[in-house]
């Protein structure tokens, strides 16, 4: 380094306080052999979605706003600062062609699971037609699939009006036999959000929904218990897959399909929270956020506290 006494790395923190750790500072990249609390994967895929979707952004976005939080939990008096979240990077997406994106989302699900490197991996998308593909690779490796969907909308479109779509990705999965209808259960199903024709495909194929309704009844712990207890005797591992577009328009402004009448954030966490400390909840992905529309990185940030609060787990 040259001897300025006042010039700093551009885009470095003006200064960094001995007493302060950021979340940021727990991304280990990942090397051979490396072991962590979690792992972390970006899925930067959005040209599936249905709509304009800048979610191939979201990964960067996500990792930036762990900037926002420190590694100290005031209420559990814990601090995270010895944690260490394994970072396998970005998935390269071949520019034009949607079938060979899902196929390298697949093949890198796979990889990076047969490391071991952590008993807890999240995967950054991307749009939710990433779904199918990480939760084929991840059922090759552990078995019976479960999932915990928290989502406004069934995310059972038919494959024939648009491919595989970001509308499409359950559908596509209890289609091709990677899931039973019975193994899915979908919590934050909002009204006007969805057509008569996918709620009858759920309930034809015994899926369990609960609706923005139900949420508002009963607290968020009940019904995520009520869930596991379904899934646990039948399957042997639970992928949680949070869509942010479950959370009201008001708190996730850079979700594509944005809509009155959802959950708020704190009812998000407590219901990931609930969710990854059962066993079997070993995989979490998080998408549809675009950082493009996105304001303030609010909905980004949500995001970034969601993997923080997963490292106490
Ligand atoms: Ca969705």
Redesign the pocket.
Known sequence: MSNFQHIKPAGKAQFKDRYTTKAAELLTPYTDGAKGDIAILGAPLSKPSISHSGASFAPDAIRRCLNSFTTYNIEEDTDISGKIIIDFGDIAMHPTSIEECHQRIYQSTKEIVQTEAAPFTIILGGD?SITTSTVKAIKEKKGTMGII?L???H?LRNTEDGGPT??T?FRRLIEEGHLKGEHLIQIGIRNYANAKAYHDYAIENGVTIYTMKDIKQHPIQELIHSALTRLEGKVDTIYLSV?M?VLDQAYAPGCPAIGPGGMDPDTLSEAVQTAIHHPKVQTMDI??IDPTLDIRDMTSRIASLLIVNSLIK
């Open positions: 939710h969907q989502d406004a909308h995310d970001n509308g990705p869509d577009d998408v549809e």
